[in-house]
């Protein structure tokens, strides 16, 4: 059974040290929201969280692997500058060392890379999920629990698919009055799976929405 789930929650990195560093919050106003068994949820979290009951609380540590995995040196790549350009013209208030964009590489399947350098010709990227090497504290609440529409799970799935389902969350919330999904913005990389960039990752270039 496919559950409608949101949740207020504190997520706080890990470093080697045992040192915390919080790193995103969703207010119980605000809350994460997501459907169970849709791949929506990083699995292990999902695990976590899908047998609690509203209004439970939960205080849990992911591992590495059960969250975006160890960092991976092969995943720093450099792209010809040239691929970044429009009209020629290389925009260096979208492209700066420190700026996080979208990418999307030859079959399609889009993720988000940060600038480290900019050379004359080479643009050097970290295509890593800034969680990558790092435990994953969660603390927090259970706002709602229930199972999933049909609407809720058909929206789910043209959202994933690349279609808008006017939302922006691929949630049904009418009647009752929470927002949008913040999974698929400010909350993005508490849950989203990033999977394997693969090979052929090179050959990724930016896209303009």
């Known amino acids: ?46 695990k976590k969280i899908e047998p609690l009951a509203e209004g439970e609380s939960f205080d849990f540590t ?11 040196l092969e995943h720093v790549v450099e792209l010809d500058k040239k691929m970044f350009c ?47 090497g790092k435990q994953l504290h969660f603390t927090g609440k259970v706002i709602t629990s229930r199972p999933a529409t049909e609407k809720e799970i058909e929206n789910l799935v043209n959202l994933l698919s690349g279609e808008d389902c006017g939302c922006g969350c691929g949630c049904d919330h009418e009647g009752e009055g929470e927002g949008c999904c913040h999974g698929h913005g400010e909350h993005k990389h508490c849950h989203h799976e990033h999977g394997d960039h693969g090979e052929g990752h090179c050959h990724c270039h930016h896209h303009h929405e």
């Open 1 to 46: 059974m496919n559950k409608y789930i949101t949740v207020a929650y504190v997520l706080e990195s890990v470093d080697d040290a045992g040192h915390r560093h919080v790193e995103e919050e969703a207010t119980e106003e605000h809350p994460y929201q997501f459907i169970s068994g849709m791949g929506v949820a990083l699995e292990a979290f999902e």
């Open 62 to 72: 992911l591992s590495v692997d059960e969250g975006y995995g160890p960092y991976d």
């Open 86 to 132: 429009v009209d020629g013209r290389f925009n260096t208030e979208t492209f700066f060392p420190g700026a996080i964009i979208p990418l999307v590489n030859a079959d399609g399947m889009r993720f988000i890379g940060h600038i480290l350098e900019i050379s004359d010709e080479k643009v050097k990227i970290d295509l890593n999920d800034t969680l990558a």
